[in-house]
């Protein structure tokens, strides 16, 4: 990403008025935005488009967050990009898998705003490197 | 008067005569008879209390004829030997074969001194082996109780060897294991598990079996009748109960996700138009869109509370133990309470005692209780005061007691047993109070159980409540959860 160019963000979640509401808030804060609603839809947007950033719920129709991941750290087209996680479940196992898997950072709907976009800007400013919220 | 009577069994005139002439006194009756079946017969019509078995011209080594002996009923009565001057590897071998004494021929001294004291020897002989019967009876009875249980049970010597295992037991590892190793039969191991190494005593455990079940041990130290430790250990199949907790928890993950999932939609919604991205607002607009924030906020508390309740009383948690000081926890409850007690205009005080040992606890997990017990305070007290103290528990140096006091309501008496019981909620007419779902005080004893403390309440109606936990001090910390 050059200097001054905006940033790509990839929203993927089966719940498209959530969707919706953070492409807004997203769009708002500077970012753009591309959206998938399952998880084949995310893994190919995110190889066409090389987002600069993934948000990535795991509970999804056709392969969830997980094998989204899983298949995109295998990828040399989007091993790179950056993954940050977001559901509704509460579970320490889930937590670590998604650590496992080379996600930054995992988020637990509902979520904090401005601790959630404090950890994208986080992410994307160290990108790869950063932490969204482990 | 106890008569004794004393059986001569053998053939030796010689022998007879003698013991005729010097067993002749008062209270002494005295019969002899062939050592054959016969005469051991007469021996019992004669209720003989001690036997003189003749051993006549058999060989050294020749042992005395228990089996016959018993057969015919003399198992019970002291059996003297009466042998040859120069029998002496027959007098030893005798003895070691059962019999109480000897005598050598020709007999030159009285032989009644030897004849009480074969008598007494036999009375308590006779004392022991009852013992040693109501022990075997005992024993028969525990292992036949054991041997008809459905779960498996077993006993394993020091050596870890198994000695005993009963049918359900058998069934699961196959039978004729006894001798092995259990750690090598149960579980594939090379080495001992680590509850046998680590517990001298008693212990509970749990294991997964060949059978493919899942079962919850409890072992008990006996000590058998050689003085041998012994270990006894049940095991009770609690596959069904894991499975409906399965069940159960896959339920509640799935539930409390359907119900955050449209909590992350209203909530993003109402900050997109609180913060003007889809235009400005009235004042109006943006108050009412303000109610739904809190009122979602509510809700999105109560989910999370029913959830930690659910994992609380259903055990499905862990606490994160450290070493940490009651004032700092105290510091986080003041801090999180501090602006919703100042908004009622309630003092809030804080008080920790000099010297005060640290705790060995769950830190938020002790400040999540603190705050369920400061918050109902202040729920509940219109005016004055609310005191959080931190001391030593009288009478009781190793324990630590955390008091949440205030000056509010207070709980009617007959409420004050019941307001832990979960759901319980103070019915009042006077004061309407909205949220809580009666779950803060359940889930609050829960976690302090699990500490090893307790929880309890002090109040009178109207001059306010006292709610008191005690929980063990570092320095005389016991085990915990």
């Known amino acids: ?134 | 008067m106890k008569v004794y009577r004393i059986a001569y069994l053998g053939s030796d005139n010689e022998a007879v005569l003698g013991l005729e002439t010097a067993l002749k006194g008062d209270g002494l009756q005295f019969m002899s008879a062939g050592a054959d079946y016969q005469g051991m017969q007469q021996a019992v019509d004669f209720n003989a209390d001690v036997l003189l078995w003749d051993k006549e011209n058999l060989p050294p080594d020749a042992a005395i004829p228990v089996e016959e002996l018993r057969k015919a009923g003399l198992s019970r009565q002291p059996i003297v030997v009466v042998l040859a001057a120069d029998d002496i590897e027959g007098a030893v071998k005798s003895l070691a074969g059962g019999a109480v004494d000897f005598m050598f021929k020709p007999m030159r001294e009285d032989p009644l001194p030897r004849i009480i004291a074969a008598l007494n020897t036999g009375a308590k002989q006779r004392r022991i082996d009852w013992c040693n019967r109501v022990i075997e009876d005992t024993n028969d009875q525990v292992r036949g109780i054991l041997a008809t249980l459905a779960d498996p049970a077993y006993i394993v010597s020091p050596e870890y060897q198994i000695l005993w295992m009963n049918r359900a037991a058998e069934e699961i590892f196959g039978e004729g294991q006894r001798g092995g190793a259990c750690h090598h039969i149960f579980y594939d191991r090379t080495e001992p598990c680590e509850v046998c190494a680590k517990t001298r005593g008693s212990a509970r455990w749990r294991a997964t079996l060949k059978n493919g079940k899942s079962y919850r041990f409890i072992s008990a130290v006996m000590r058998n009748s050689r003085g041998e430790v012994e270990k006894l250990a049940v095991g009770t199949d609690i596959t069904p109960d894991q499975e409906v907790s399965k069940i159960h928890k896959t339920f509640i993950a799935n539930v409390s996700h359907d119900l955050r999932t449209p909590l992350a939609a209203i909530d993003q919604y109402v900050s997109i138009l609180l913060d003007g991205l889809a235009g400005e607002l009235t004042e109006d607009q943006a108050n009412y869109i303000d109610v739904i924030r809190r009122s979602s906020f509510r809700l999105h508390n109560l989910i999370e509370n029913l959830i930690d309740a659910n994992k609380i009383l259903s055990g499905d948690y862990k606490l994160t133990m450290e070493v940490v000081e009651v004032s700092d926890i105290v510091a986080v409850v003041h801090d999180r309470l501090q602006s919703q007690a100042a908004d009622k205009g309630i003092t809030m005080q804080v008080q920790v005692a000099d010297g005060l040992p640290p705790v060995y606890a769950d830190k938020s997990r002790i400040a999540q209780v603190i705050a369920n017990l400061a918050g109902n305070s202040i729920k509940f007290t219109e005016q004055g005061m609310l005191q959080i103290r931190a001391g030593f528990m009288p009478r009781d140096e190793g324990r630590v007691i955390v008091s949440v006091e205030d000056t509010g309501i207070g709980v009617p008496k007959e409420d004050l047993g019941k307001i832990f019981d979960l759901f319980y909620r103070v019915e009042k007419d006077k004061v309407y109070v909205e949220e809580g779902a009666g779950l803060g005080l359940a889930i609050s004893r829960e976690i302090i159980r699990a500490h090893g403390g307790t929880l309890w309440a002090e109040s009178m109606e109207g001059m306010g409540s006292a709610f008191h936990f005690s929980i063990p001090s570092y320095q005389g910390q016991a085990a915990v959860r």
Do not use: C, W
């Open chain 1, 1 to 134: 990403m050059a200097d001054g160019e905006r940033s790509l963000i990839l929203v993927a979640d089966d719940d498209k008025d959530l969707v919706m509401a953070m492409s807004i808030r997203l769009k708002a804060a500077g970012y753009d935005i591309i959206t998938a609603h399952d998880g084949e839809g995310a893994y190919e947007q995110a190889s066409q488009n090389k987002p600069d950033l993934i948000i990535l719920d795991v509970r999804m129709p056709s392969g969830g967050g997980f094998s989204s991941i899983d298949r995109m750290k295998h990828s040399l087209n989007t091993r790179n990009i950056p993954v940050i996680f977001l559901t509704a479940f509460d579970d320490e196992e889930m937590r670590e898998e998604g650590r496992k898997l080379g996600a930054v950072g995992f988020f637990r709907k509902p979520f904090n705003d401005d601790e959630f976009m404090a950890a994208i800007a986080g992410v994307l400013e160290h990108k790869g490197g950063g932490h969204g919220g482990f």
